[in-house]
């Protein structure tokens, strides 16, 4: 079902055009995968159940500053916003807690009813544990309120347990914001681990839109187009997950000492090596390590580009010049894409919105026309 309202407005003489549209639509038997059970042969078929409802509005915007019978200027802008929310799907949950609770859910873009598509949960990096290595999670009150649960049956647990303080916790201000992961207790330390899972962010932009110029002078025309995207996450480049070789089953990410074998970012020369070091680098993991392949902070980075798009130059040859050569227009244009992108992305290109996707090349062409 679709509803749509818009409004088009001009002002003096059309040299200021304004139009705004207003949509509410909502999809029904959306394509997703339902689970079935494996002695059909395989986990899971694509089936239609998914409702998803999309309102938005975009807004278009164009002035014509200039125009006379030599020279022409103008300037349009856009820009749109969309928001879609989960109503029902066959793999939806009624929050991330519920997520967590019923399967070993290692964050990721989780369908959460109510909320958007594209919503990624995780865990918020806090830097490396210098004693250990592994890196530190922040707790969220939830997290905090299990972390003291778990500490009741402090007496019961062994001595590499006992890690915080050197002894028992004993009020709920004294729970650190953050905790390391600690290797032999990987399974109990989800706990409350697992609660501190939380929203981090959209992979769907939250604007998006652009701005056009065009300039005209005699037969000189010259045009840029500009276009943006703000508002979202992109998830960053990870050689554990980018490397090639096996990757591990539990964790979904490769061995360190596999990705070893390969090039690695500069960033790994500072990585934990012993005790007391303090990098923002955890140690290289294996696929025993229990958090290798929990989202994080770290896996995402803001995905806020804009970018030069489109730039066009051309001149068409008077009507007297090209009469002589018998023919009845000619026009030399030059256009050139993807010339800049500014953003602080720091993957191969952020417009693609993937870690490892191919970058969008620059592309130059030179174009004569002719006319007989």
Known sequence: MDRNVGVDLSFFKGRINFTA????????????????????????VKSNGGVVTNKGLELFLNIRWIQTSDITF????????NKNIIKRSLYTYNSYEEAISRSNNRGGVVNVTGKETGSVYGWKSAGVDPNSGNPMFQLTEDGKRAFAKFLDGWEDLYAKGQFINGGVVTSFDQIPD??????????MQTDYFNPSM?????T????????????KYKNLEFTTQWTFKTGHIIESFSDLKNAPGKKSYKSGVTNDIIVSGTNRERKYLEFWQGAGDRTNISRFVTTEDYWSGMVTSDDYEKGDYLRLSNLSLSYRLPSSLVKQMRLTNMT?????????????YKGLDVGSG???????????NLKLSVGF
Do not use: C, H
């Open 204 to 215: 769907n932009p939250l604007f998006v839109g652009g701005f056009n110029t065009f300039f």
């Open 178 to 187: 953050a905790l390391p992961f600690i290797k032999d207790l990987n399974r």
């Open 354 to 364: 993937g870690a490892f996707t191919y970058p969008v090349s620059r592309e130059f």
């Open 74 to 81: 103008s300037t349009s802008a856009n820009v749109a916003r």
């Open 198 to 202: 939380q929203y981090l962010g959209r």
């Open 21 to 44: 549209d207003y949509y509410n639509n909502r999809t029904d038997d959306v394509l997703e995968y339902l689970t079935v059970p494996l002695s059909t042969g395989r986990r899971n």
């Open 332 to 344: 030399l244009s030059f256009n050139a894409r993807n010339l800049l992108t500014f953003t602080k």
